[in-house]
């Protein structure tokens, strides 16, 4: 094995900002379209940093899942399912432009424009490569399915940016304090005694970077509850080149143990930096330093099951589907997770790639990183939690590995095009250039592409729930501090109404008995309701305890029915 990296150079910083600008003014561009939240993830985050911004503190007002078995109607303590960086973000955009959508997108639009310069710092770091380097930076702007999304109130920014610095700095500290002289003890180095020992200056660099790379961990997890998978990925890189190096023949480490102990501690040092008042707090609300709510996810036999109502979730009900479904939901997320890993993260084209250089730079410290927390990654989104993996959990904690794969992509594509210039007697650079650049216009033209089918086409984006500002409107004169069941609860909250919580994937009987033990007064009933409920809302007023009073969308394709229950 072999930890150093092809080329450690110092980049050209001019290039750095050039990048930054560029992605900058991008993702402004593209910002300036979504006027809401699209779905019900952004309007979470960003309902909560309303809340924040106000001073009521961690707090939501609706019940958007039944999975932590609340015991009384909202407010709630938020965050106990979601992790909270999304909304601190956005409640500090509120603090510089006011309690709006827009003020709360400047934090997304700026950190997102870094992306480019981290897929450039990536691309050069492996290679070495000026021009490699600026097509993996231009990939992170024009970055297919994903490119709607940077500037989204949702965790892809925030995550991708800790996620892979949390790597960088991790990977940087031990090149800089020269992992091999600390594991081999090679003579002929400024940064190690003459028997093998760390010098003091070596001992500071390496810790800070260390400690770094924790803070950027603590804020991956922040921001998502699977940031804890860099800390596992990179201790254990850490353990494997120890274990690795112990049994060479060469080898002069006496104490492995101690290394792999000292490096952990630094990285948990800068993780608890960031997370320890996050522990406290969750202590403080429901007892556990980190909430037990979204393990039970593990049990989910389809993902519809995360909006059940009184079910127990556990292994026992898990099992006694039988072996068949248990395999069959788990193939169904192997090869969705597959095509996001193939068509997503590597836009198709870039895919292999991407393949083809990891494998050649398969030794490097780096790319085993890379490698370690993509595996870790896909594992879990299959196999323990694969139906919320495999519905977006993938695609929002693969945004971490981006810079990596445009990085590896670009250097890859430099490799195939030297192998069949010497070949077919082509003019490599000449080759490399016209094909890159063909590259960037593809994914410009996916990117484009896509934004115009999620955002711009019949305005989808601020489309979203656009019948809940009417039954807020309808709510708040007819009965203000009624309780509503609605199907998008945070989103029903943003355009301006009250107390709710959501519509359960249940019948009729045991959606009324979570109605009635959350106190609700009105069920909301749209096209995209529960399965369970579909002759209900076919049928609307041929049940005795529902009293059909409004009706939204006639005409619409998507009638949305407004029932009081009556009690």
């Known amino acids: 094995m072999n930890s150093q990296p092809s080329s450690i150079q110092k980049f050209r910083w001019t ?83 006011g309690v709006s959508y827009r003020a709360a997108q400047i934090p997304f639009i700026i950190i997102s424009a870094l992306l480019a310069p981290i897929s450039y710092w990536v691309a050069y770091a492996l290679a070495g490569q000026r021009w490699s380097s600026w097509l993996a930076g231009l990939f992170a702007i024009f970055s297919g399915f994903y490119f709607p999304f940077w500037t989204a109130i949702d965790n892809f920014t925030p995550f991708a ?70 800390l596992i990925a990179i201790i254990l890189v850490y353990f494997l080149h120890l274990l690795y190096y112990v049994r060479r023949p060469s080898s002069v480490v006496r104490r492995p143990s101690y290394y792999v102990l000292r490096f952990t501690v630094y990285l948990l040092l800068g993780y608890l930096l960031v997370m320890l008042p996050w522990f406290i707090r969750n202590w403080q609300v429901s007892g556990t330093l980190l909430p037990t709510t979204g393990s039970q996810t593990i049990w989910l036999t389809g993902y519809d099951d995360l909006f059940s109502y009184n079910r127990q979730l556990s292994a026992q009900s898990f099992f006694a589907q039988g072996l068949g479904p248990v395999l069959q939901g788990r193939w169904w997320a192997f090869t969705t997770n597959l095509q996001t890993i193939v068509a997503v993260w590597g836009m198709i084209f870039l895919t292999p790639l991407a393949l083809i250089e990891g494998w050649q ?15 870790l990654l896909f594992i879990v989104m299959t196999l323990v939690f694969a139906f919320p993996g495999a ?107 009250g107390l709710s919580v959501v519509v359960p994937n249940e019948n009729i ?31 609307p007023t041929h049940y005795p305890t529902l009293s059909l009073v409004q009706t939204f969308g006639e005409g619409t394709g998507n009638k949305i029915y407004l029932f009081e229950i009556i009690r």
Do not use: C
């Open 15 to 97: 290039d750095l900002a050039v990048l930054f600008a560029l992605a900058l003014l991008i993702r402004t561009l593209a910002a300036l379209p979504q006027q809401q939240p699209n779905y019900m993830d952004a309007a979470y985050s960003y309902v909560n940093a309303v809340n924040l911004a106000e001073g009521r503190g961690f707090v939501e007002d609706f019940l958007w899942n039944y999975l932590g078995h609340p015991k009384q109607p909202p407010p709630h303590p938020s965050h106990l399912y979601w992790m909270p960086l999304t909304s601190i973000l956005a409640w500090s955009g509120m603090v510089v432009g």
């Open 391 to 497: 519905r977006g959990g993938l695609f929002h904690s693969g945004a971490a590995i981006l810079p990596f794969i445009y990085g590896l992509a670009m250097v890859g594509l430099d490799r195939v095009i030297d192998w069949a210039a010497t070949r077919r007697q082509w003019d490599a650079q000449t080759a490399k250039r016209v094909l890159g650049v063909g590259l960037v216009v593809i994914a410009l033209a996916l990117s484009g592409f896509i934004y115009y089918q999620r955002v711009l086409k019949n305005n989808a984006w601020n489309n979203a729930d656009r019948f809940y500002p009417a039954i807020a409107t309808w709510l708040a004169h007819h009965d203000p501090t009624g309780i509503v069941m609605i199907g998008n609860p945070p989103a029903y909250r943003y355009h301006g109404g």
């Open 509 to 539: 009987e045991t959606t009324l008995q979570a109605a009635q033990y959350y106190h609700v007064d009105y069920l909301v009933l749209d096209s995209n309701h529960p399965a369970p409920l579909t002759e209900l809302y076919h049928n």
């Open 161 to 230: 940016i800790a996620g892979s610095l949390a790597i960088l700095f991790a990977w940087r500290g031990l090149v800089i304090g020269n992992w091999r002289l600390v594991i081999e003890g090679l003579p002929g180095g400024q940064t190690a005694n003459d028997d093998g020992r760390w010098t003091t200056d070596t001992k500071q660099t390496t810790t800070l970077y260390l400690i770094t790379s924790g803070v950027f961990i603590g804020l991956a997890h922040l921001a998502r509850a699977d940031g804890l998978l860099l």
């Open 361 to 375: 730079l398969r030794h490097q410290l780096l790319v085993q990183m890379v490698s370690m927390y993509g595996l």
